[in-house]
């Protein structure tokens, strides 16, 4: 499942959501990204993203996901809009037979997200307002599963 919400969640409930019921998968892996303050630079991250067309998009790696690790479900709920530091922006469950596909398919999912997902984020901050865009880092992150 594939979802953007403008509201808070809390990475625990939909973990154990995530978990529940699942005889025939032996791993879970899960990640949780957070909002920083930078060191008090970022007062509030802004994302913005296209309804329905980011869906579709995440939807496409999301399928590449599926068939590469063998995944059994996956989850994706990204924030769209202001979101304080501290606050969960990203959560990614993945559900698998064994571990190193779960853990390997949650990583690949991540370094979509950070890098290619359309998303366009702004901080905002005491020295006003700055887009964000992925670094050098994401590209190589990203670049590895090619």
């Known amino acids: 499942m594939i979802r953007l919400s403008a509201a808070p969640f809390e990475p625990g409930e939909l973990l154990s959501a995530f978990c529940r019921d699942r005889t025939e998968v032996g791993a879970v892996a899960s990640f949780t990204g957070l909002a920083r303050a930078e060191e008090g630079a970022t007062a509030v991250l802004e994302l913005e993203a296209y309804p329905g067309f980011t869906e579709a998009e995440i939807g496409k790696i999301a399928k590449r996901a ?5 995944l059994a479900d996956l989850l994706v709920l990204h924030r769209v809009g202001r979101i304080a530091p501290g606050e969960a922006i990203v959560f990614v ?3 698998a037979r064994h571990r ?12 979509y997200l950070k890098s290619r997902a359309p998303f366009w984020k702004k901080e905002h901050g005491p020295a ?3 887009w964000i865009d ?8 990203v670049a590895r599963w090619d």
Not at 66 to 70: A, C, L, V, Y
Not at 100 to 111: G, K, N, S, V
Not at 134 to 141: K, V, W
């Open 66 to 70: 599926r068939e590469r690790f063998g």
């Open 134 to 141: 992925p670094r050098p880092q994401d590209h190589a992150d």
């Open 100 to 111: 190193r596909e779960a853990f390997e398919a949650c990583d690949f999912l991540m370094d």
């Open 128 to 130: 006003g307002e700055r």
């Open 93 to 95: 469950a993945t559900a």
